[in-house]
């Protein structure tokens, strides 16, 4: 059988070996160090915006803080996209908290600002005001933000802004993570940069990264013995993960940018092609690390539908997915509320992420192509 071409696998720059080596020298093998010092402010200075960068074990793990970090306790309410990956949602049960899902808008695929107001309204009208919203930046394409943002304002709602997969994304020139009272970003091993695993928190204040840091290492108190005043958690990164992260940012604009030349590459293949559209910026104004290229296929127009295609290239040993199953059509949510149309739903019935990775050689998109086109023949 011919080489697995995967859906987006991990991009080794070069320099990771040289930090994890610095950590392995120094024995600096720990949750803490030079290198998850100097990650974070790497991560600092990239997506700026004057903030503060909490390297964590997992995107889940910052979401979870973050949640936290803005009080939702046991019985309040969080809005969360529906049209996400389950981390985005699964923290806010953890706190015991209950999820109120949203339907995307057409142009982003991401939460419509209008059914969001909508959920508020009904909410607040209820006596019941959602204790936080989170937003996702899905597939690397930044949200209609400017209008979310000016709604979490209205109503005094904390903005937790999930851009696991939209590192290096922009708004007006403005990078994602950096919008919301907490960011998240993702270095699983999937991602645009990876630190194997690992993630981040972005917090607008000193104290907050500081309040998440101590959340983070089991919230141990200021004393000699070990002693704590409320629960903490096992959630910091450890200096030889942070070590590849070091490594990793010295590429993330070339991984940017061959992943956006993978985006180019199917649109260029399906520009003649009826019934398939390729997913990408609705204007100008968004700038989409197209962390994963994902088409809409039309059966009644191309003949074939989005499982078809999959099973093609699975046999051909080439992986692609069927966009997220949305979070309210989920088994373990199926009780939560929900807001909206059919628009999440329709996009997941219809839509496949392809194969999107910055290693990608040529003779891997030439593959691509020739399966896809015995499809269309």
């Known amino acids: 059988m011919r080489s697995k071409i995967w859906l987006s696998s991990p991009h080794m720059g070069g320099n990771e070996m040289k930090y994890m080596k610095e950590a392995y020298d120094t024995n600096w093998v720990a949750p803490l160090g030079p290198n998850v010092n100097g990650f974070e402010k790497d991560l600092e200075e990239y997506i700026k915006g004057d903030t503060r960068v ?43 908290a209950k999820p109120i899902f949203i339907d995307s808008e057409k142009d982003t695929w991401n939460m419509c600002p209008e059914v969001l107001e909508e959920a508020i309204k009904d909410k607040i009208l209820k006596g019941k005001k959602p204790k936080a919203i989170i937003v996702v930046h899905l597939y690397g394409m930044p949200a209609k933000i400017d209008e979310i943002v000016a709604i979490a304002k209205k109503y005094e709602i904390t903005l937790i802004e999930d851009a696991a997969e939209a590192i290096g994304s922009k708004y007006k020139c ?162 939560c509320d929900y807001y909206g149309g059919n628009i999440s739903e329709t996009l997941f019935n219809k839509g496949l992420c392809l194969p999107s990775g910055s290693n990608l050689a040529k003779e891997d998109r030439i593959r691509i192509e020739e399966v896809i086109r015995s499809l269309f023949n």
Request: net charge negative; hydrophobic share 40%; charged share 20%.
């Open 174 to 335: 403005q990078k994602c993570g950096t919008f919301g009272d907490y960011g998240i970003l993702s270095f699983n091993g999937n991602k645009i940069i990876t630190t194997s695993g690992g993630g981040a928190l972005v917090c607008k204040l000193e104290e907050d990264k500081q309040k998440a840091i101590f959340i983070a290492t089991q919230a141990r108190d200021d004393a000699p013995h070990y002693q704590h005043s409320e629960i903490g958690y096992n959630y910091r990164m450890s200096n030889i993960l942070a070590g590849i992260g070091r490594g990793q940012m010295e590429v993330l604009d070339k991984h940017i940018a061959l992943r956006r030349g993978m985006s180019q590459f199917y649109k260029e293949l399906f520009k003649d092609v009826d019934g398939i559209t390729v997913f990408e910026e609705p204007s100008k104004e968004y700038f989409s690390n197209h962390w994963l290229s994902c088409i809409i296929i039309e059966e009644s127009i191309t003949g074939f539908t989005r499982e078809e295609l999959r099973l093609q290239l699975e046999k051909n040993n080439i992986e692609s997915r069927p966009l997220w199953k949305p979070m309210h059509l989920q088994p373990v949510f199926k009780e």
């Open 54 to 96: 909490a390297c964590l074990s997992s995107g889940t793990a910052a979401i979870h803080l973050a949640l936290i970090l803005a009080d939702v306790q046991l019985n309040d309410e969080v809005i969360c996209q529906t049209f996400t990956f389950s981390a985005s949602a699964n923290p806010i049960v953890y706190l015991g």
